[in-house]
């Protein structure tokens, strides 16, 4: 996902270095063809679940972050997202506030369709978003905190709205454990492939065995 959204920047002069990266791209897509989400079978107890993460001036061009999030349910991922944020940020807890702003509209999407499907037990309470940036999770509870969100849009605050109102939750996650990280950013394998199998992609094939 991180790798599509970052060559859909230069799809209007694509160079050789471009090219290359997307036949990289289709290699890996032909040898995990194989490869889906697992689900377990829903229980009332589910809760819907969300990460979200943000690199910070990613973009060396116009120096812009880039934002992602993954939201499960039922044991595996249900909706996710990688994608340029339209603003250039002025610290790491701005470009991670920006962020959860978009993974809380999401949020709110997911809820009314969860709603209206009529499983509205997975969505009972405060949906929690965990998020690897304490000052951001402050943010989000403080608006008190105007030295470091006097500069961020308006349209963003809206977050603040809906933890006041108990719609959504910030909670603090280690970086280790913030699996939205395959979204925002290059990994080395080893990462990209713990951080996979904790998004519930696998192998087709060994789950049969198994």
Known sequence: MYSVCLLSRFMESPTRQHLLAVKRILRYLKGTAVYGIWYKRFEEEDQLLGYTDSDYAGDLDDRKSTSGYVFFLAGGAISWSSKKQPVVTLSTTE????????????????????????????????????????????????????????????????????????????????????????????????????LRNRLRVYDGAELELN
């Open 95 to 194: 470009a991670e506030f920006v962020a959860a702003s978009y993974c809380a509209s999401q949020c709110v999407w997911l809820r009314r369709v969860l709603e209206q499907m009529n499983w509205k037990s997975c969505v009972r309470g405060a949906t929690r978003i965990m998020c690897d940036n304490s000052s951001a999770i402050k943010l989000s509870k403080n608006p008190v905190l105007h030295g470091r969100s006097k500069h961020i849009d308006v349209r963003f605050h809206f977050l603040r709205e809906l933890a006041k109102e108990g719609v959504v939750e910030l909670q603090h996650c280690g970086t280790s454990d913030q699996v939205a990280d395959i979204m925002t950013k290059p990994l080395k394998l080893d990462d990209f492939m713990l």
